[in-house]
């Protein structure tokens, strides 16, 4: 770069611009993509705040300020979906994240590069399966009649044949196994990235020093990994608020079954539900009230626990 383009702002970004033209060419279908999808629904925000009349276009109705959010937060099925949201998603952030790094490190070790390769795709494979599919092979183990569980697992430990999906408290841990056991793939990839670009000269030293595998892994792996862990966490915590529908609808099959809707409801079911009853304009006022407010409540938590990483070290912050 030139003197001028340094001391011209404007020449340097043209500059920066003209150099990598074909880097910035890639990044249109993933901007346009991103503006249909994210920024362009946003100006549905407006209905969270309207009475919605049908006889008129949605950002036409009647104005009523934070009345849809007060008739949101009173109703007393809020609690148990806020419950919901929340503990499954601290669930899926823990497990999640530190199952994926143990993953991680224990593939970075392995030596034999086919069998790593193997296990790698094996653990990936699930991630690429929709819920809907995912749906079936549950009910394929856990129908009453012929699924494996009832006929092959719980015999041979002595127990009973169990109606799966007429018992909520077996639930929580069908839907926390089934989001880690399709995540850990996904997340197990994002952490063997950041091995890889950990210096091999540092292992190498901790050898010289007569360092365990054990230690090396300790001292140098996981603390080079904490950078990682962190960002996905807080990318997690800014969607904590957020629920997978397929995961807490298909799976538990509440299309037919509403025994297990005090466990499986959250946000997001919430929203689908009200939404697609349709049967007032009040549905589509409180799912757009619900939606908004899990839209504003991501937003703080990212900010706040940002703020919370920087004060504690400003290196593993996001901004």
């Not at 910035?24 to 919605?52: C, D, H, Q, R, T």
């Not at 409540?297 to 912050?317: E, P, Q």
Request: proline fraction near 4%; charged fraction near 10%; glycine fraction near 6%.
């Amino acid at each position: 770069m030139t003197a001028a383009a340094a001391r011209n702002p404007q020449r340097k970004g043209k500059s920066e611009f003209k150099k990598n033209s074909v880097l910035f060419l890639m990044l249109v279908p993933g901007l346009v993509v991103l503006f249909f999808n994210s920024y362009l629904p946003m100006a549905g925000i407006v209905m969270a705040f309207e009475k919605i009349d049908y006889q008129k276009f949605a950002f036409f109705g009647r104005w009523v300020g934070f009345r849809n959010m007060k008739v949101f937060l009173s109703s007393t099925y809020t609690p148990v979906i806020i419950r919901n949201t929340l503990l499954y998603n601290l669930a899926f952030i823990v497990l999640g994240k530190l199952l994926a790094m143990a993953f991680s490190i224990m593939l970075h070790e392995l030596r034999g590069r086919t069998a790593k390769k193997l296990y790698q795709g094996i653990m990936f494979l699930p991630y690429f399966i929709s819920w809907v599919a995912i749906s079936y092979i549950v009910y394929g183990f856990l129908n009453y009649d012929y699924g494996l569980m009832n006929r092959i697992v719980l015999p041979a430990l002595g127990i009973e044949p169990l109606q799966w999906y007429r018992t909520p408290g077996a639930w929580p841990f069908i839907i926390i196994l089934l989001d880690v056991w399709k995540g850990l793939g996904y997340g197990t990839v994002m952490f063997l990235a950041s091995i890889a670009g950990i210096d091999p000269s540092l292992y190498e030293a901790a050898r010289v020093d007569g360092a365990t595998r054990w230690q090396q892994t300790w001292h140098i792996t996981v603390p080079l990994l904490l950078p990682m862990l962190i960002i996905l966490t807080l990318l997690s915590i800014g969607s904590i608020f957020n629920t997978d529908i397929g995961l807490f609808y298909s799976v538990p099959m509440r299309v037919a079954n509403g025994i297990l809707t005090d466990v499986t409801s959250t946000m997001d079911t919430y929203v689908y539900t009200t939404f697609s009853s349709g049967s007032s304009s009040s549905a589509i006022n409180l799912s757009s009230a619900a939606a908004f407010l899990q839209s504003v409540i991501g937003f703080v938590l990212v900010l706040l626990s940002n703020w919370i990483v920087r004060h504690i070290n400003h290196d593993y912050a996001l901004f």
